[in-house]
């Protein structure tokens, strides 16, 4: 029986992306050799690369806006260095609103001046801070824009004269936004595309040239944008598996279809959290994640019977990150809403049974 799957990452992918890639794996499109010991020079995995990178422009209507789509490696974490290489020439501004944003920051002042606009870390990251003011003359503004271990999701990005710069990768393609409003946006594919080994990033071109430092070949964008995302050998299967499930989105009607869906499973589950007695939510509910929903116990004692009830619904991947504790239900984009409602039951049956 396939189990219910809340890890946070590496995500749930479709089921049918999961066939055809296992099928892949073993034999590309009928061609006699497998996906991954082909050439990624071959016009098979070109074709793969290219419609990869069309399919994220496509999905986040930003093509012919002047952007690039990339699939790069080394993950979210890299690109918290290569933002700064490629963008910081005198100082850049960061919303501390998780562990993810925290290090993006440390990353920054070991090549530049990364400056704290604003943390809601003396609350252990459980709110989105707002009401600040941002300085004027930053390079960029870099934000979260959901924080999967303490389930907290920017709602209204802030307005500023600075190039905003968005780590997405546990949100992208999850719900509407207007994405030409952000310069840079990258996405360990992990979270919400497909499994570990490729980063998405989307880059306005014309951000890109403007530092005065010489930046490694290996961390420059421009290099990248050059070799159409093949500068190196890229991360085949990871690149193809991520190129499935942005096809299967778009054939479920895209991101406009998908956030109806997400919206049902966020308050499907947030509705148990807050009615049932025996649970408590972690974030502040204004700035509840529509991706990853944190909860506890309201008596520890009940954590025994609770874990060998979701366990044997089938359940997968609850635990909560050790900076919370608890439980976190992660709801990506191929979770179904069956799926959610199995958890909730359980939930409903702990409360009857206590």
Not at 3 to 18: D, Q, T, W, Y
Not at 263 to 275: G, H, M, T, V
Request: a negative charge; proline letters at 3%; aromatic letters at 8%.
């Amino acid at each position: 029986m396939k189990k219910h799957n809340f890890s946070a990452g590496p995500c749930i992918l479709p089921a049918e992306v999961m066939q055809k890639a296992a099928e892949a794996v073993l034999e590309l499109d009928g061609i006699g050799l497998s996906l991954i010991e082909i050439s990624h020079r071959s016009k098979e995995f070109v074709a793969v690369m290219e419609k990869a990178r069309s399919l994220a422009l496509e999905l986040l209507n930003l093509e012919g806006k002047g952007y690039q789509a990339l699939y790069l490696q080394g993950g979210a974490s890299l690109q918290f260095a290569m933002v700064a290489y490629n963008l910081l020439e005198n100082k850049a501004g960061y919303l501390n609103t998780g562990t993810w944003s925290d290090k993006a920051l440390k990353e920054a002042n070991i090549i530049g001046s990364g400056i704290e606009v604003a943390s809601s870390k003396d609350k252990n990251y459980n709110y989105i801070p707002k009401g600040y003011t941002i300085p004027e003359g930053l390079d960029y503004l870099h934000l979260t824009s959901n924080n999967t271990i303490f389930g907290t999701q920017i709602k209204e990005f802030p307005k500023s004269d600075a190039p905003l710069v968005c780590d997405m990768s546990s949100d992208i393609f999850s719900r509407q936004l207007d994405f030409s409003k952000f310069d840079l946006i990258y996405a360990g594919a992990q979270k919400n595309m497909g499994p570990a080994g490729t980063t998405l990033v989307i880059v306005k071109e014309d951000l890109l040239g403007k530092v005065s430092r010489k930046i490694p070949s290996m961390l420059n964008y421009k290099t990248h944008i050059s070799k159409d995302s093949m500068f190196n050998t890229p991360a085949v299967f990871p690149v193809y598996v991520s190129m499935l499930t942005l096809q299967w989105l778009k054939d479920l009607g895209g991101i406009d279809a998908i956030e109806e869906v997400n919206e049902k499973k966020a308050k499907l589950i947030y509705s148990e959290i807050d009615l049932n007695p025996l649970f408590k939510g972690f974030a502040a509910k204004e700035d509840r994640s529509n991706m990853n929903a944190t909860f506890s116990l309201t008596d520890e004692k009940l954590k025994d019977t609770f874990d060998a009830m979701w366990k044997e619904a089938g359940i997968n991947g609850l635990n909560g990150h050790r900076s919370v504790g608890g439980y976190r239900a992660s709801m990506y984009n191929a979770l179904t809403l069956e799926s959610v409602g199995v958890l909730v039951d359980v939930m409903s049956d702990l409360e009857r049974k206590a």
